[in-house]
């Protein structure tokens, strides 16, 4: 079991952290959601926890895989295909519940919008770029932790193309700036917050869960 739970003391530390703060941000939402006409404090905690279900999903999958191969005894030559599935709806709807807020929270940030505006355009380029890089050349398997369920991934080489020329970790560096110019394009505080606590919170993940992972899966590449 301390393979299965190595590091994830931090990832509650930060949870507890950051959790009160933003529910004493949220407090003071006002307005209702489009179409649904509920709260907007709905739509803003509904965000929060689909990401943190996300990811603590991400952590189950691949550490009960690392540790006892339970997806791949489960599912057997499936698994890496129906963990894609279920991973990319999860990752597609996280933009759309942030974008739901942006919407409901529209002109919430002040300032002049063609500022915002310019901001994210150059912060949109980077994002799409690096989107790009990873079908082109990373692939969607190895993106989403391919090389937990099969030892072929782990002999490819490390990808120096693309935006992985400019970061290793392009993926969390640079593709989250999407959310980020979500929330600029609609001047969106709300949304601004739940960029700024999802792009944080992909980091928690990569150093409680896929750093860790790296050291066992590639011990010689690793310092």
């Not at 869960?209 to 010689?220: G, H, I, N, R, S």
């Amino acid at each position: 079991m301390k393979c299965f739970f190595n590091k994830q003391h931090y990832h509650v530390l930060f949870l507890l952290g950051v959790l009160p703060v933003l529910w004493m941000y949220s407090r003071h939402l006002t307005g209702v959601l489009p179409i649904v006409n509920l709260p907007i404090l709905w739509g803003f905690w509904a965000s929060i926890i689909f990401v943190i279900l996300h990811q603590m999903k991400v952590w189950f999958v691949f550490r009960s895989e690392l540790c006892f191969g339970f997806v791949s005894k489960l599912f057997k030559d499936k698994a890496l295909f129906l963990w894609a599935i279920i991973f990319l709806i999860f990752l597609f709807l996280r933009p759309v519940l942030l974008i739901i807020v942006a919407i409901a929270s529209k002109n919430t940030l002040p300032g002049p919008t063609y500022i915002y505006q310019i901001i994210a355009l150059i912060s949109v380029f980077p994002a799409i770029y690096t989107l790009y890089s990873v079908f082109r050349y990373f692939g969607i398997y190895r993106a989403i932790g391919g090389d937990h369920f099969d030892v072929k991934y782990r002999k490819m080489p490390l990808v120096k193309e693309g935006a992985f020329k400019y970061s290793s970790n392009a993926m969390y560096t640079f593709a989250f700036l999407i959310l980020w110019s979500i929330a600029l394009l609609n001047q969106s505080v709300p949304a601004l917050v739940l960029a700024a606590f999802q792009h944080s919170y992909i980091w928690i993940h990569y150093f409680t869960v896929e750093k860790p992972d790296m050291e066992k899966l590639y011990p010689k590449n690793i310092n």
